[in-house]
């Protein structure tokens, strides 16, 4: 092989390993950003089951809420009626 033959070879192995850190520094880079992506992923997931769970504690206090105010409405009848016939009493 002639010295220029191994020049050139040199130069394509030298080319080959700089492209050979090149990616595993690029892998090195991505494995990184998957893992922070994954982290963010449980944490989204994290703070979506707080979500579903607020919003179900929501919807049985609204369920409650509406409970509640049928029996107060019941009431306040109950309590006029009864002031109507305590009115309509005689006390003499």
């Avoid at 033959?5 to 690029?26: G, M, P, S, T």
Wanted: proline content about 0%.
């Amino acid at each position: 092989m002639s010295i220029e033959k191994v020049e050139q070879l040199e130069e394509l192995i030298a080319l080959a390993v700089e492209r050979l850190d090149n990616l595993y520094a690029e892998k090195l880079h991505l494995e990184k950003r998957m893992r922070e992506l994954e982290n963010e992923k449980e944490i989204v997931l994290k703070e979506n089951e707080k979500f579903k769970s607020s919003q179900e504690k929501l919807k049985q206090l609204k369920v409650s809420h509406r409970k509640l105010e049928k029996d107060r409405s019941a009431v306040r009848l109950k309590v006029k009626d009864a002031l109507q016939r305590i009115e309509k009493m005689d006390f003499v």
